[in-house]
């Protein structure tokens, strides 16, 4: 590594290169179970010419380069297990202009969601995907990060116009423009979103925003089961009401709720739910969302309008994962995702339950069910060699009947290691497209191998 830090250095100041063993262990790891691995060096690009010289010297030396944001990531998509340049894009953190009448914003990858609508809240605008972590914008893109708010506003990959990407060989180009629409040859914007750093680094995103709705109401409904609670989800789904979110929560899962975030939900399946809209328009959405969940056994429906306790709903849900963490010192989170058909969603649900009760494993089935897509969290002793197999088989078998029933392996939060025995199973021969893309782009396999897709090409 001495020969590719000196040639790092000859664009880039000692400040911007590391190998300090603690920042190492920081970049060694994502928010899960998954297994880590050190780089050699940590880089902190500051512009599109550092990322395009850190490349150049990658490429020279065969050395594999795993692009960083906030480390938010749930299947060990930053972990780099051939060790080599960590490139962190923490300094590239500028909003650098806002397009109020195109709707637009462009924003270098290290932009955080949360610093990013700070911004935008000055100008009456919001940025919609909402995955509950505070990632990088450049993280969500590399994963095609939803969370609560797709079931109207839609994922990531919905959200950007253009990108800037830098290619393992250290070329840049633009994968699209700034028109709502194009039928101008192939959809790169498509091909490198959800592409995890395997086929080029982002060092600018354009990207869609929107008006911050004039009126917005949050719910909270209970039910006696499980299924009732699912079915309620479909039903306000085929009636056509214009909803933001809709998010299922076990009684398992309340509990935790109810623990960390001093709340006294019944501990009871339950929705949470938002609508965005005009006042009078909200007001019949919200009674007929009232109607089908009475339909469907509702226990209690309460609605809030008052913006504190709208926001206490939606940070006690988005604080889940962490209130598991917190109350279970000393094991791992598993947090995994599958996502099914809307008519195979309670029967998945259901299933994913029953498994995890055989377990004897502290968790929960949470998730964004108003587009099929729903997570298993479980706590697991990593000590405990039996328990960790026991929580992985688990998980294959929530990925295989979603497979089964028309699904895929993961709805949001991606591939990377975890998810990668699943790829042919879920894909096919298209599976060897992608690989044969892959090699295009990347002949040498420096970035972020291992993950996706198993190629190994390179040469000593």
Request: a negative charge.
């Amino acid at each position: 590594m001495k020969k590719v830090i000196e040639a790092l250095k000859a664009k880039l100041t000692d400040e911007q290169i590391s190998t300090n063993q603690t920042v190492r262990e920081l970049h060694s790891k994502d928010e899960t179970y998954h297994q880590t691995s050190l780089p050699d060096i940590v880089v902190f690009p500051k512009s599109t010419e550092d990322v395009t010289h850190i490349m150049k010297v990658a490429q020279e030396y065969k050395t594999s380069v795993t692009p960083f944001g906030a480390g938010s990531s749930l299947e060990g998509h930053v972990i780099p297990y051939e060790k080599g340049i960590t490139v962190d894009f923490s300094l590239m953190n500028k909003v650098l202009e806002i397009k109020e009448t195109d709707l637009l914003v462009k924003v270098q990858p290290g932009v955080t969601r949360e610093q990013l609508n700070k911004e935008l809240k000055k100008h009456g605008l919001f940025f919609s995907v909402d995955p509950g972590a505070n990632a990088t914008l450049g993280g969500m893109a590399a994963t095609n990060a939803s969370g609560t708010t797709t079931v109207k506003y839609g994922v990531m990959r919905d959200q950007v116009r253009d990108m800037e990407v830098v290619l393992a060989d250290g070329s840049v180009i633009h994968t699209g423009s700034l028109a709502a629409k194009s039928a101008s040859g192939y959809h790169l914007n498509g091909l490198f979103i959800g592409s995890e750093g395997t086929l080029g680094c982002f060092t600018e995103l354009t990207l869609q925003v929107y008006g911050i709705p004039e009126h917005v109401v949050a719910a909270r409904a209970t039910f006696p089961d499980l299924t009732n609670a699912i079915e309620a989800v479909t039903s306000v789904l085929h009636a056509g009401i214009p909803i933001a979110r809709i998010e299922f929560v076990d009684e398992a899962s309340v509990k935790q709720i109810n623990k960390f975030s001093e709340t006294d939900y019944p501990v009871k399946p339950t929705l949470f739910l938002e609508f965005h809209g005009n006042e009078a328009g909200l007001q019949a959405d919200v009674a007929f969302t009232k109607e089908i969940m009475q339909d469907h056994k509702c226990d209690k429906f309460t609605s809030e309008t008052d913006t504190a306790a709208r926001n206490h709903l939606w940070e006690a849900r988005h604080n889940l994962a962490y209130a598991y963490i917190h109350d279970y010192v000393g094991k791992k989170m598993m947090l995994t995702d599958v996502a099914v058909p809307i008519s195979e969603l309670a029967g998945s649900v259901i299933y994913a339950r029953k498994e995890l009760d055989k377990l004897n494993i502290p968790g929960g089935i949470l998730g964004h069910v108003g587009d099929g897509n729903f997570h298993s969290l479980i706590m697991i002793d990593m000590e405990d060699e039996e328990e960790v197999k026991n929580a992985k088989q688990f998980n294959e078998k929530v990925v295989r009947y979603a497979l089964e029933r028309g699904g895929t392996c993961t709805g949001e939060h991606g591939v990377g290691v975890g998810k990668k025995p699943y790829q042919r199973e879920e894909h096919g021969a298209a599976l060897d497209v992608m690989t044969n893309i892959k090699r295009a782009l990347d002949p040498n396999n420096i970035l972020n191998p291992t993950k996706i897709v198993e190629v190994d090409i390179r040469e000593g």
